[in-house]
């Protein structure tokens, strides 16, 4: 695992998905309070996305203004890095249960030949994944703008494998972004963090 500088200035994980070990913690999250887990990140307008589901649906960022939106970048044959961010952000969503319906993920691929709909419908329905997480697929073309966007690096590489920058970005309701994740984003944080964002005026 090598550690990239991220423009907005947090330590992002550079991940080759087969010598990362981000953690999946069960644990309660804490109370909340206004000391938040995420790094904090300049308060820009979040760059937009505009891709399709697996089912073919068009979703976009600016739908989900209005609420939360954790926004990763994953990939189905990945064997530990992105299936332990998938659960992590999936459980923050079981943890808000109550207010589910004002938080959201969009994973964004990065291997545009592997995740095949029928690659990303199985990953869905392995990992037991929450309706408001949205894995959102495309052509190398209609994915790279998003990379760029949001300064990913996507490389592939053989046996399937795809060095990729693994962070996950908290947009807030007003489309701006807020917080940063690393790879070893944890379930509590990120729903400890959704819950005091949400108590706060």
Not at 39 to 44: E, G, L, Y
Request: net charge positive; charged share 15%; aromatic share 6%.
């Amino acid at each position: 695992m090598r550690r990239t500088p991220f423009l907005l200035g947090a330590a992002l994980t550079l991940a080759g998905c087969g010598g990362s070990h981000a953690a999946l913690t069960t644990t309660t999250h804490r109370a909340a309070t206004t000391q938040l887990d995420g790094a904090r990140v300049p308060n820009r307008i979040a760059p937009p996305i505009a891709l399709h589901d697996a089912g073919g649906h068009r979703v976009t960022l600016a739908s989900f203004r209005g609420g939360y939106t954790l926004v990763t970048f994953l990939y189905t044959h990945c064997p530990d890095v992105c299936p332990l961010i998938a659960a992590n952000l999936n459980q923050a969503l079981h943890l808000v249960a109550a207010r589910r319906h004002h938080v959201n993920v969009i994973a964004v691929s990065v291997d545009p030949s592997g995740d095949t709909p029928a690659a990303v419908r199985a990953f869905v329905r392995e990992k037991h994944l929450a309706p408001q997480f949205h894995y959102l697929i495309g052509t190398r073309a209609e994915l790279r703008p998003v990379w760029v966007a949001y300064n990913v690096t996507a490389v592939a590489q053989q046996a399937k494998l795809v060095t990729h920058v693994a962070y996950t970005m908290l947009v807030d309701p007003s489309g701006r972004e807020r917080l940063v994740y690393d790879a070893q984003v944890r379930a509590g944080e990120v729903a400890h963090d959704l819950d005091a964002l949400l108590h706060l005026p």
